[in-house]
């Protein structure tokens, strides 16, 4: 069983829709959680940092964190088409330490 | 923009061959990471640099090793290249010591093996 997982997708929604996107894992001692956007062929860029659970809300963006699930969600609202992307969560134990990735869900925003 | 850089930005190799990666980490971090990304994947963790230790290491055997200089700037080698170690390979900075940590990634390197 993978530490991460995550729908690869694709999802493809119309533009000002709300985009809901979802990890789960299997270790318990994850505390610190992130999403990471990537645009094609470049870095990922972090969008949200949240430490155990919990919601944070930064814009149009809110992640959302339930330990007792083991399940991370990033809400996207008025989506744009600049949000077209793969949308990376990422989670490790402990400040410092390696992240575990999830595989990456596509989105595509349509104008 | 993270104010990570990495070097070269695509590369080219042949089965065998060895190759050196280059990361220059975000001004006041302290802490260096590396990933590979092979195609429809998410990033793997190769190891961690901090003050110029190995800091931790995911599941890559041996021919991949790496440095961290006095500077906090980072290297990464691989010899024997095979091709399944065609990916991007992105480097990551952070700052340990300070709460809250997290890593910031440059472009990557596209390294192709042919």
């Known amino acids: 069983q993978k530490e991460v997982e995550q729908d690869p997708g694709p999802l493809s929604v119309p533009e000002g829709a709300i985009v809901s996107l979802n990890c789960t894992y299997s270790?318990?001692?994850?505390?610190?959680f992130m999403w990471y956007r990537q645009y094609s062929r470049k870095g990922p860029e972090l969008l949200m940092y949240t430490y155990s659970s919990g919601n944070k809300e930064d814009g149009r963006f809110t992640a959302q964190v339930d330990k007792s699930s083991k399940y991370i969600s990033l809400f996207i609202r008025d989506s744009q088409p600049s949000d077209s992307a793969t949308y990376l969560c990422?989670?490790?134990?402990?400040?410092?330490?390696?992240?575990?990735f999830g595989t990456g869900t596509s989105l595509t925003v349509i104008p | 923009e993270t104010g990570v850089t990495q070097s070269p930005t695509h590369l080219i190799k042949t089965r065998g061959q060895q190759v050196t990666l280059r990361c220059s980490s975000q001004s006041g971090h302290n802490t260096v990471s590396w990933y590979q990304q092979a195609l429809g994947q998410g990033p793997q963790f190769i190891f961690q640099y901090y003050r110029e230790e190995e800091n931790g290491r995911g599941n890559f055997p041996p021919r991949f090793s790496g440095l961290q200089f006095p500077n906090y700037s980072s290297e990464l080698n691989v010899n024997a290249l095979e091709l399944d170690d065609s990916a991007l390979y992105l480097c990551?900075?952070?700052?340990?010591?300070?709460?809250?940590?997290?890593?910031?990634f440059g472009p990557g390197t596209r390294l192709l093996v042919l």
């Open positions: 270790n318990s001692a994850f505390q610190y």
């Open positions: 990551a900075s952070s700052f340990i010591g300070g709460g809250g940590e997290t890593q910031y």
């Open positions: 990422a989670m490790s134990a402990n400040t410092g330490n390696q992240f575990y």
